[in-house]
């Protein structure tokens, strides 16, 4: 493996994957094939599958990573979701998903009128590009966890599987 692209531009989204990936790491922007702002697991999800095929379809890479944040509602309360998906080109394909953490309701209400979750969250908390720095789970936990934090997360559940497959 020589070069691993990620379908996305965010640098929080490229440097996790640089942190795992000792090759040449690409970014590369993409469709997610899903709405701006998903809603659900399942939308999420496969925004981070259609990045990562996107990807490597669009590149000479020999792995395609795509991450997706999302949100959904769980017992009446809306709760960040996100979810990574792998692709090679052998066909092999893995999954995972990360934190979740509630949000509250003035941000719900935002994204039930159409709005998306990094714009809001950055005037929510008075800072510009929040969704390129430390994310909402960033703002919400104070600084404790950032959104590179959590997409590290996903990224270590994604090459730990990977490499699973590949003995």
């Not at 965010?10 to 994957?17: D, G, L, T, Y």
């Not at 469709?31 to 990562?52: F, I, N, Y």
């Not at 509630?102 to 969704?131: F, M, N």
């Amino acid at each position: 493996m020589n070069q691993l692209v990620v379908g996305s531009k965010n640098p929080v989204k490229i440097n996790a994957v640089k942190a795992h990936f000792h090759g040449e790491v690409i970014g590369m922007e993409v469709d997610s094939g899903v709405a701006e702002q998903p809603w659900g697991d399942e939308e999420t999800l496969l925004g981070a599958k259609q990045r990562a095929r996107a990807a490597l379809d669009k590149s000479h890479a020999d792995i395609g990573i795509g991450l997706e944040g999302g949100v959904q509602v769980i017992n009446g309360s809306l709760y960040v979701c996100n979810w990574g998906a792998l692709a090679d080109r052998n066909g092999i394909e893995v999954i995972a998903g990360g934190a979740r953490f509630p949000l509250p309701e003035i941000i719900r209400q935002k994204l039930e009128e159409g709005h998306v979750l990094g714009p809001v969250i950055s005037e929510y908390a008075s800072r510009a590009d929040v969704s390129r720095k430390e994310g909402a789970i960033g703002i919400f936990t104070n600084g404790t966890v950032s959104r590179t934090d959590m997409y590290d997360h996903l990224v270590s559940l994604l090459f730990g599987q990977y490499q699973f497959q590949l003995r």
